[in-house]
């Protein structure tokens, strides 16, 4: 089967974005590349290893690639994305001086070539993402997480997510009933898991994320403990207190003790409230998948919602915000 390879060339400040839009204009996938200069900063504190190969791509700078089915007209996808990644600047985004290609591909160039360079990662004291294909022996106190994203976002690679999982670490002491909003490959859910948590409730509105997510909890032995569901929170919030509903019952009993979200800083300001209300007196809500440039913006939404912050934890240019809803 041909593909068409769109390739964006623009900063990693507007990988999230892009790659979002790639999504929503119906890429059969993404895949991003960030600058492979030894200068770059890398945290090894665990042990990592990155064997991405050395690249071209300045600092700062990424190679964002979207495939389409080769009968999507693909100049119709360009002038669409064009104005969209243009109105980033008013999101104080700054995506570069950016250029947009394309060429044909055949499918075995870019589906499976990727797994080469998804190793085994070490992501915080007690977690390790583990590729389904790879060997791997864990140590003593070592938790696996089995993962095969598929098409879906969550590798554990991107600072986000390690970021993300690090906290919910240091949040999680056992037997919470957590909500992942926005789950993607269902990494964080697992994560959770692993790290103690009774069950998890795990969102996406992707069907390519619930699908992942679920046969990633599957993988791991925790389709049990872990629900997966084509929803947003509000729907969620909706279902549980509408009487006598119909929709899909739930694995968890709202107000739940944590809510954890790694997705993009615009998104998480529009459903604050919500998480307020989903979370129980003393609960924790978990946000991460803010650039630096959003920091303060996803602080003041915050605590308008009356969420005190009670952690900020970093990773390169990105920051996981940790609110507590008062008792």
């Not at 089967?1 to 390739?7: A, D, P, R």
């Not at 090894?44 to 080769?70: C, H, R």
């Not at 389904?132 to 997510?161: C, K, N, R, V």
């Not at 997510?213 to 569901?229: C, F, K, M, P, T």
Request: charged fraction near 25%.
């Amino acid at each position: 089967m041909k593909w068409t390879e769109l390739t964006i060339s623009t900063t990693e400040e507007s990988i999230e974005m892009i790659s979002n839009f790639l999504h929503e204009m119906g890429a059969g996938g993404v895949s991003i590349e960030e600058s492979g200069t030894l200068n770059k900063e890398r945290d090894t504190s665990l042990g990592q290893w990155y064997e991405l190969p050395l690249n071209d791509i300045p600092e700062g700078k990424a190679v964002i690639k979207g495939y389409f089915t080769e009968d999507i007209d693909i100049e119709s996808v360009v002038s669409d994305l064009r104005p969209r990644i243009d109105e980033l600047g008013e999101f104080d985004i700054d995506t570069g001086d950016y250029a947009i290609s394309h060429i044909i591909v055949d499918e075995e160039d870019w589906a499976n070539a990727w797994k080469q360079y998804f190793k085994p990662i070490r992501v915080s004291d007690r977690l390790t993402i583990k590729p389904t294909w790879e060997d791997y022996t864990a140590s003593e106190g070592e938790q696996i997480i089995e993962l095969d994203p598929g098409m879906a976002f969550g590798t554990g690679t991107h600072p986000t997510t390690a970021l993300c999982l690090r906290t919910l670490e240091s949040v999680i002491r056992g037997g919470e009933e957590v909500i992942d909003v926005g789950t993607g490959s269902g990494i964080l859910a697992i994560g959770a898991m692993r790290l103690g948590a009774k069950s998890v409730l795990a969102l996406d509105l992707d069907p390519i994320a619930v699908t992942a997510a679920g046969e990633n909890s599957r993988l791991n032995g925790l389709e049990g403990d872990i629900q997966v569901q084509l929803s947003d929170l509000l729907g969620v919030l909706q279902s549980n207190s509408s009487e006598g509903s119909s929709s899909q019952a739930i694995n968890i009993t709202v107000p739940v003790d944590l809510v954890v979200a790694n997705i993009l800083a615009e998104i998480i300001l529009l459903f604050v409230d919500d998480v307020y209300a989903a979370v129980k007196p003393g609960g924790i809500y978990i946000a991460s998948g803010i650039y630096k440039n959003k920091e303060e913006d996803v602080a003041v939404g915050l605590e308008a919602s009356g969420f005190v912050i009670i952690d900020r934890q970093r990773d390169q240019d990105w920051i996981a915000f940790v609110a507590k809803k008062p008792e």
